[in-house]
């Protein structure tokens, strides 16, 4: 672990953003990572609300993450989901026995008026966490896929359709009228973070909606702190869910070019680095082109030992 030093804020979807969020935690001084995670993948199910990416973040930096199915808890059992199943209920977004604990509380939590940053802050806590997770918005956004059979809400595209329904784009209802958390907004105004890593997550529908939070991009531009971009995409295969499919029938093309292509036309002079794999090294010439500095290395994350390293490299050019 670093000595003790200035904050570093990633940015975060749910599984592949988990890990290197792991990797950035352990580096850094104990408390000095603070996470902004997407909760366009929230939604309401079976009475409870779940928050998938806050969920896979604070269980992944709690060491509680289940990690053959890559979300959830580990140790889980199901037996709820066999009785719903018997009763004739919706079964196909799995709630394990524990996970189901944490729908419970923060279904309560907010039903009790507290809002979510607060729930999250508050979840942290009691599972040990000590990075701080913060919720892109407390009010609520709704990721929605557009298809040409027509608008799937988020997790129906993502588990109850597996992936497979072609997408021609996205939306975030909600996004318009939403404000960033607003604890998050201070650490910004402060300008206090020392480097600023969007982690390898799906640019379009885990990093975008983050990004297109009112005011939020902005006020990440404008930091005196680097914002270094991992690519979610090595050797044209997205390293963790759809993202290479969704970028082929968007008419992009996967490839980590693409995936700069994608944040410098949407969000320019956003992104001082750009992380590519190795195996991507020829692109990087091109990429240059792209008002970006290039920085290769190994981003593929099989062991704990590569996202600790992947993060070392991202706070080294923090501190470059
Ligand atoms: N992903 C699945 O593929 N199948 C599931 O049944 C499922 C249940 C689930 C329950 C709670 C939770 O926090 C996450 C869950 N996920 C499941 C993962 C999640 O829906 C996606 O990985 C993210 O939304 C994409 O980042």
Same mark, same amino acid.
């Given at each position: 672990?670093? +000595?003790?030093?200035?904050?570093?804020?990633?940015?975060?979807? !749910?599984?592949?953003?988990?890990?290197?969020?792991?990797?950035?935690?352990?580096?850094?001084?104990?408390?000095?990572?603070?996470?902004? +995670?997407?909760?366009?993948?929230?939604?309401?199910?079976?009475?409870?609300?779940?928050?998938? &990416?806050?969920?896979?973040?604070?269980?992944?930096?709690?060491?509680?993450?289940?990690?053959?199915?890559?979300?959830?808890? /580990?140790?889980? #059992?199901?037996?709820?989901?066999?009785?719903l199943?018997?009763? !004739?209920?919706?079964?196909w977004?799995?709630?394990?026995?524990?996970?189901?604990?944490?729908?419970?509380?923060?279904?309560?939590?907010?039903?009790?008026?507290?809002?979510?940053?607060? $729930?999250?802050? &508050?979840?942290?806590?009691?599972?040990?966490?000590?990075?701080?997770? =913060?919720?892109?918005?407390?009010?609520?956004?709704?990721? #929605?896929?557009?298809?040409?059979?027509?608008?799937?809400?988020?997790?129906?595209? =993502?588990?109850?359709y597996?992936?497979?329904?072609?997408?021609?784009?996205?939306? =975030?209802a909600?996004?318009?009228?939403?404000?960033?958390?607003?604890?998050?907004? +201070?650490?910004?105004? !402060?300008?206090?973070?020392?480097?600023?890593?969007?982690?390898?997550?799906?640019? =379009? $529908?885990?990093?975008?909606?983050?990004?297109?939070?009112?005011?939020?991009?902005?006020?990440?531009?404008?930091?005196?702190?680097?914002?270094?971009l991992?690519?979610?995409?090595?050797?044209?295969?997205?390293?963790?869910?759809? /993202?290479a499919?969704?970028?082929?029938?968007?008419?992009?093309?996967?490839?980590?070019?693409?995936v700069?292509?994608?944040?410098?036309?949407?969000?320019?002079?956003?992104?001082?680095?750009?992380?590519?794999?190795?195996?991507? /090294?020829?692109?990087?010439?091109?990429?240059?082109?792209?008002?970006?500095?290039?920085?290769? #290395?190994?981003?593929?994350?099989?062991? /704990?030992?590569?996202?600790?390293?992947?993060?070392?490299?991202?706070?080294?050019?923090?501190?470059?």
């Amino acid at each position: 672990m670093s +000595a003790p030093g200035r904050a570093v804020l990633a940015l975060s979807g !749910g599984v592949g953003g988990a890990k290197l969020a792991l990797g950035l935690a352990q580096e850094c001084a104990a408390g000095q990572l603070h996470v902004v +995670a997407n909760t366009g993948d929230d939604f309401r199910h079976l009475g409870l609300y779940i928050s998938p &990416d806050i969920d896979t973040l604070l269980y992944t930096l709690s060491g509680r993450a289940n990690q053959s199915l890559g979300w959830g808890l /580990a140790a889980e #059992t199901w037996h709820t989901m066999e009785a719903l199943q018997e009763l !004739g209920g919706d079964t196909w977004f799995r709630l394990g026995d524990r996970d189901l604990a944490t729908h419970l509380w923060r279904s309560q939590q907010l039903a009790m008026g507290r809002e979510l940053g607060e $729930v999250t802050a &508050d979840l942290a806590r009691r599972l040990g966490v000590q990075t701080r997770v =913060f919720p892109m918005s407390d009010d609520p956004i709704a990721t #929605t896929v557009h298809t040409p059979e027509g608008l799937l809400p988020f997790q129906h595209y =993502f588990v109850r359709y597996q992936c497979q329904p072609v997408v021609t784009g996205f939306s =975030f209802a909600g996004i318009e009228s939403a404000r960033p958390n607003a604890e998050l907004m +201070a650490v910004l105004g !402060g300008g206090a973070y020392a480097a600023i890593v969007v982690c390898p997550s799906n640019p =379009f $529908v885990s990093v975008d909606p983050i990004l297109q939070v009112p005011g939020l991009w902005q006020a990440l531009r404008d930091q005196p702190a680097p914002v270094i971009l991992v690519s979610p995409i090595v050797a044209g295969r997205a390293l963790k869910g759809p /993202a290479a499919k969704m970028m082929t029938e968007l008419g992009h093309g996967a490839s980590a070019l693409e995936v700069a292509r994608f944040y410098h036309q949407r969000y320019p002079g956003l992104v001082d680095y750009f992380v590519i794999d190795s195996s991507d /090294a020829t692109l990087a010439p091109a990429i240059g082109e792209l008002d970006m500095d290039v920085a290769i #290395t190994c981003t593929v994350m099989h062991s /704990a030992a590569d996202k600790r390293a992947l993060a070392r490299f991202c706070l080294a050019l923090g501190e470059g």
